[in-house]
Structure formats: structure tokens, C-alpha cells
Nanobody, 126 residues
Framework: VQLQASGGGLVQAGGSLRLSCAVSGRTVSYYGMAWFRQVPGKEREFVAAISWGGGTTKYAVSVKGRFTMSRSGDKNTVYLQMNSLKPEDTAVYYC????????????????????WGQGTQVTVSS
């Protein structure tokens, strides 16, 4: 199983980016997914989670109303649309998959997830 994250980059404050995460090698089961982020010296932080069908989402308070997580029609790619970006959004963003549940039981808990992408850097300049 591989999770391939992409879409990071450098953007000015107030700008937008769209991250993608493609899952390959998984042919069975329904699974929930999430985005986390991490800055050096700090713990990995929950950003957003989505159910298999896409009907259930959850967001960190810090990004609610600015970020939107969605899922492709075949369910194997998730997106994170990030608008009104702030310098404090600067981090490495990781996608994660919970292959045991259609929606993570504890979405904010990083130990809930079985597989992780390699991370994509998002830098927001002031």
C-alpha cells in the first residue's frame, strides 16, 4: 500500500493551495482518511478527516471554515483545499489512512491510522 501526497508549495498569506493524496495497492475494504501536519520540534497535529463515502468530515478548529477535505469518485484520492492561508499553516502535511474503519473512531489520534504518506511541504509567507 502506498499513499502519495502532492500539491505543497510556497504561497503568500491569503492564498490557496490544494493538496492531493492518492492511495494505491489497496483493493479491498472501505477506509477513512485524514490529513495531519507537523512543524519541527512539535507533535504531529490533526487537520481534517473524512469518511469512506465523503459524507462525514471533521476539522481542527484552527482550519475550520478555511480548509475543505474531499474525496474522488473512486474514493482512492483525497484532497485538501486550503484557502485564506496563514503563516501559521506552514508545516509538512501528511495524509493517513485508517483501513479498519470507514471513518476513524478517534480521528484526532494519529495512532488510529495504519498508513502514512511521505509528506508535502506547505510554506506560507507573510
Amino acid at each position: 500500500v502506498q499513499l502519495q501526497a502532492s500539491g505543497g508549495g510556497l504561497v503568500q498569506a491569503g492564498g490557496s493551495l490544494r493538496l492531493s493524496c492518492a492511495v494505491s495497492g489497496r483493493t479491498v475494504s472501505y477506509y477513512g482518511m485524514a490529513w495531519f501536519r507537523q512543524v519541527p520540534g512539535k507533535e504531529r497535529e490533526f487537520v481534517a478527516a473524512i469518511s469512506w463515502g465523503g459524507g462525514t468530515t471533521k476539522y481542527a478548529v484552527s482550519v475550520k471554515g478555511r480548509f475543505t477535505m474531499s474525496r474522488s469518485g473512486d474514493k482512492n484520492t483525497v484532497y485538501l483545499q486550503m484557502n485564506s492561508l496563514k503563516p501559521e499553516d506552514t508545516a509538512v502535511y501528511y495524509c493517513a489512512a485508517d483501513f479498519d474503519h470507514v471513518y476513524p473512531i478517534r480521528p484526532l489520534d494519529s495512532s488510529e491510522y495504519d498508513y502514512w504518506g511521505q509528506g508535502t511541504q506547505v510554506t506560507v509567507s507573510s
